[in-house]
């Protein structure tokens, strides 16, 4: 069977990319490549449309599949390039039927917004993954979709409403992963922190995660996926100051520090209640590491605005950047407020990432000294609890932990000491 999988964007994707290779290899289905698109930004939508023209050209009878965010939302788009045989919506993508049916439409995207548990199957509302060929660390899918609207994000449009999975299923997939050797899992969906509001008794993230790990105890290393500031609730604060499976490590969902900005993009947090959340986790957890999302050249963002965003890297500090230059989306409020130039959108990202290069130099020289606990990510490199790099000497097995010390911080990695 010859089924090829390329996935964009976020983790999610990635994670659901391997559900699909699975389904195409239970209803043995060949020769198809599927390209799992993104929308988060217009260059991630580009880069899909130069694969599938490079895919066409390298497999000229390969049947191209396009599904993902970018499908979802913009499957004429899609369905007018020569090279593409077939356009699957993010919930058709799940669903065996919808494979099954591929000749009778080239397009089959239905109606996301209407996804909701228990209205639909839960194999179409959260994939299931029984391995992660080549990845050293399970993921493990609990929510999907949004309920928030943002002015400058399409994604609730291609994901749907916010629903979750109940913590049993996800337990049953965490001791089946568990049973093929993963040791570190990732707790990932479009917005986690909303976790549990559909099901009953309405739990929250932290207390999924707290009997996740009661039930499931062979996870060792237990990480989260974007976190959304205003939702953190106390439950998951509580794990982070107790249960050391819990890595120390959060990655929060900021995007600005200038508060009008923040209001133009209709977040729930200030510039304030960020600081003060960073301060709470370092308070609980003294070492964590935290990482940011950053958007720079929000409309309507002047210099004062940029610089207040900028200086949240040393202020809570940050260790970890994931910075994106402001991509206005059609169809999403923001495209239609008063754009910053894209010469200067460029140059601001480029700055923020210049300052995140040597707060996470600093943070990493934290590190020099301290025992590590490092997870085999590929030859000669590995994460350690913090979700720092490190170099690894080689022969080690992808998936192993290591307990060392750490050396040396350079080259935006550490080096295990010398022994």
């Not at 929308?39 to 000229?60: D, F, M, S, Y």
Request: charged share 25%.
């Amino acid at each position: 069977m010859t089924v090829d999988v390329l996935s964009f964007g976020c983790r999610l994707n990635a994670y659901e990319g391997e559900a699909v290779r699975a389904r195409l290899g239970e209803l043995a289905l060949d020769n198809f490549v599927v390209v799992n698109t993104c929308a988060v930004t217009a260059e991630a939508e580009k880069q899909a449309r130069q694969a599938i023209r490079r895919l066409r050209r390298e497999q000229p009878d390969a049947r191209i599949v396009v599904t993902g965010c970018a499908a979802q939302v913009a499957p004429e788009r899609f369905a007018a390039m020569a090279e593409v045989d077939h356009v699957l919506g993010n919930r058709e993508k799940l669903d065996p039927a919808a494979w099954r049916q591929l000749g009778q439409a080239r397009i089959a995207v239905g109606d996301i917004m209407a996804a909701t548990l228990p209205a639909i199957a839960p194999e179409q509302a959260c994939a299931t993954v029984s391995e992660f060929p080549g990845r050293p660390r399970a993921y493990l899918e609990i929510q999907q979709g949004c309920d928030h609207r943002c002015t400058f994000c399409i994604i609730p449009y291609g994901r749907g409403p916010s629903r979750s999975l109940p913590l049993g299923a996800v337990a049953e997939q965490a001791r089946a992963l568990a049973q093929r050797g993963y040791r570190e899992f990732v707790l990932t969906g479009v917005d986690i922190t909303s976790y549990g509001h559909d099901l009953p008794g309405q739990p929250s993230l932290g207390q999924a995660a707290r009997r996740l790990l009661a039930l499931v105890p062979e996870i060792q290393r237990l990480r989260f996926s974007s976190l959304d500031p205003a939702e953190i609730d106390a439950d998951l604060l509580r794990l982070y100051a107790e249960e050391e499976r819990v890595m120390p490590h959060a990655h929060l969902s900021l995007q600005a520090g200038d508060d009008l900005i923040l209001k133009r993009m209709k977040r729930r947090h200030s510039r304030e209640q960020a600081v003060r959340m960073a301060e709470t986790l370092q308070r609980l957890r003294p070492g964590i590491a935290l990482g940011a999302d950053l958007i720079a050249g929000f409309p309507t963002e002047d210099d004062a605005a940029f610089e207040r965003s900028a200086a949240l890297i040393e202020e809570m500090p940050l260790a970890f950047l994931h910075v994106f230059p402001f991509s206005p989306r059609e169809g999403t409020p923001a495209a239609r407020m008063p754009q910053v130039p894209i010469a200067v959108r460029k140059t601001r990202a480029a700055e923020l990432r210049r300052r995140g290069t040597v707060a996470q130099q600093r943070f990493l020289q934290s590190r020099v000294g301290r025992e590590a606990s490092i997870l085999v990510e590929q030859e000669g490199l590995g994460r350690d609890e913090t979700y720092a790099p490190v170099a690894l000497p080689p022969g080690l097995p992808k998936g192993a932990i290591l307990q060392s010390r750490i050396g040396a911080a350079r080259d935006g990695k550490l080096w295990l000491e010398a022994a």
